[in-house]
């Protein structure tokens, strides 16, 4: 039996250790965004630390960062051989609204083909299927390529100390290509590699009427309502043909190309999935698009959240003294994220009532990023999805944003391979999240045969 | 000295023991809309039982309502004198946003010449103010007419047991008038009496766009997000002139007759001060009308919360499955409050894309009154405000919603006398809600001379 043979062999014979450890990671909660969950993030990082000392790389560090420690390790025992730099993150999501989850989004409870927890999809699922490859190829031999891992713990708080950190190590994370294991596949028995990732800037707005909450009988209808006044502005931010008002927001978007806009029209797509995924009752977005373009080639905004005034139990007679929203856009090639912030401020200024203060954070955003669907690592990719799934994958573009694909583009000059086996309706960032679980197992072969195609 | 010069003696002598009083009662919180505060609600309703007590009433019950009881009291050792009935709440508002007070809402802190509570001016201010008048007046003899009370503990959610307490008990309510305690003046030195209230219809709408939350950067900009159709559906709610879009909302407004606004025109006001006790930044409101008519005379539309979505610290990439609204309207002769309902469901009938799951549920309503300003027991009140305050009150229309006034015309053809000592700047259902304690005091004494005009 050859070295991946018997590897893919060893990954069969050990599917329910890699589930009872996969439900271990799942149990922890390593939230990035809450304070009181920092010490569950270090928790996480500290297993996936003794994973990589278990898979023999000489090197594992844990790196300082704003708030959780970047993970870098390296085995380079391979010389004459490609290098892959490897990219995941450990922290998760948020739970909430927690009474919308069937069971604890940290029981990790299997339910049929799923196994359901925060971020079991999103990434925990991928990165363990990755390093479980890794064991099994590491128990016959050395690897058949050299390594490299950056996982971080701060993905789902906008990765605020990525960019610096690879301006600072620059040689340490040089490699031939990068792959990528946040990545999806488009149905269970669709493999399918995104070479498209939007961009995102994110903000927070905070509209002030009055020093304090009024009672709304006195004054209601004698000043502006904050609230009211909020709701005027983000119903502008669309017009009636569903596209963006921002000033200037469409000006530097990349037309999509006739030829691209009929390989997407071949993709095994059908509205009725769509909504099905969505669970919505129906479509909607900018005319003159498909639903495939409007989250893949075309930029969007979104209200991410809103409140303001009473929102408890039973009815207050308030006039609220201030409303605010959390407002993201979607952004694609050539859109510069830093550009969002003015426009959304000129657009305040040309549409917000005199009689209200008003205040915009931006609170993260990075870049997109478009891959070359021909390179030798793709390549590598394509025949191990053939390999284990018996096809060849499609090629998506992908309405989410994965800024780290676009800073090492930039950086280092890597493209990456978005290798993973995420489902479009897995549920990532809301209740109920979930990783199908025969594809969590074929993810760890897949993974297998790309480091074997990349050492040829 | 005359039995009511005594009674204002004494008054003006147990001015500490009335604060001191003033400020136990006001360190109960009694908010009725939070179960939580059940117990509270209930220990404030006991102190007034114990205080009706001890002021020689023949009867006093608790009686069984909702969720707080009902006090009745009574003394009728006056034949042949007329007989009042006093109302009034003994519940308050909820106090959030917390953070916002200077010093804790039931901490009752005096500065400077205010007391600062939530209820010190809605209106455990007024109600104990003319609790104390009684006292002082009790301590000479027998009243000067007939005493009746009726102090209900669900005011601030939207009276929901008076309409068939009323009904239920038509023979032990009747009287000559109603003195409702639940009212102010216009300005510190400026008394006034008003004669005209705003009815209320108070709504919370939510729109559900997915099953549940799902990811900005998958889905948004294909299917509807709920946040943004809340935003635009009460974007709608008015027009550029200010005007309320709700079909058929204005059907049955009573036009305001132009001496009337002639006369509203003369009353001590300046956009200045407006702006002021509004802590905003200028005026808004319906286009041909001034502030003073549209708060008092025009019917309005408030947002009076608003949420959905991710509302926590940072940022989390969702597309909010549902969003929702608190809207209520102040309506003036002749609109039906129950009108309101249907109105609003149209709207959103008309307005509301398919797409999106709606649902509206009406959470408190009630009418509006207009009362004879040249009763004899207005005539009375106007006498009581020259013997205190030096000058004659003002007729005012009020902004505010009193549906016990209505009620009361309605079942039991009774007019009210609105005689209460708030100021408009009191921040009542906001933060650091307060009561002008000099009109706290000469309250007490307008109170004494009231009733004696009144048994003549």
Redesign the interface.
Known sequence: MSYVDAAVARAKERRQKHLDEFREVLAIPSIS???EHAGDVRRMADRLVDELKRLGMTRVDLMPAARHPIIYAEWLGAPGKPTVLIYGHYDV??V??LA?WTSGPFAAEIRGDYIFARGASDMKGQIFAQLKAMECLFAGGPYPCNVKYLIEGEE???SPSLDSFIDSHLDLLKADFVLNCDAGIHAPEVPAIIYSL?G?A?FEIELR?????????????????P??V???L???M?DAD?RVTLPGFYDKVRALPEEERKELAQLPYSDAD??A??????????KGYT?IE??GA?P??????????????????????K?A??I?T?LVADQEPGDVHGQLRAYLEAHA?????WTIRE??HGPGAIMDRHSTAMKAAVKAFDQVFGKAPIFKR????VPVVALLQQKLGLDSVMLGFAL?DD??????ERQYLPNFFRGIETYIHFLANIGG
């Not at 992908?398 to 944003?401: C, N």
């Not at 549920?427 to 109920?432: A, E, K, L, V, Y």
């Open positions: 965004t809450l304070t999501q948020p909430d609204p919308e789902e708080i906008g939007r995102l994110y009427g009055s020093a304090k909450d009024m009672h709304s009988g006195l004054f209601g209808g004698s000043v502006r309502n609230a009211q909020l709701c005027e983000i119903a502008g669309h569903g769509w909504i995924m969505a669970t919505s009752k129906g479509l909607w977005g900018e639903t409007r989250v075309r969007t905004l979104e209200v991410n959240g809103i409140w303001g005034g009473f929102t408890g139990e039973g009815s207050k007679t308030v006039l609220p003294a409303a929203a959390k993201s979607r009532p005199k009689e209200v203060e609170l993260t992908e309405g989410g944003s479009p549920g990532i960032h809301g209740p109920d």
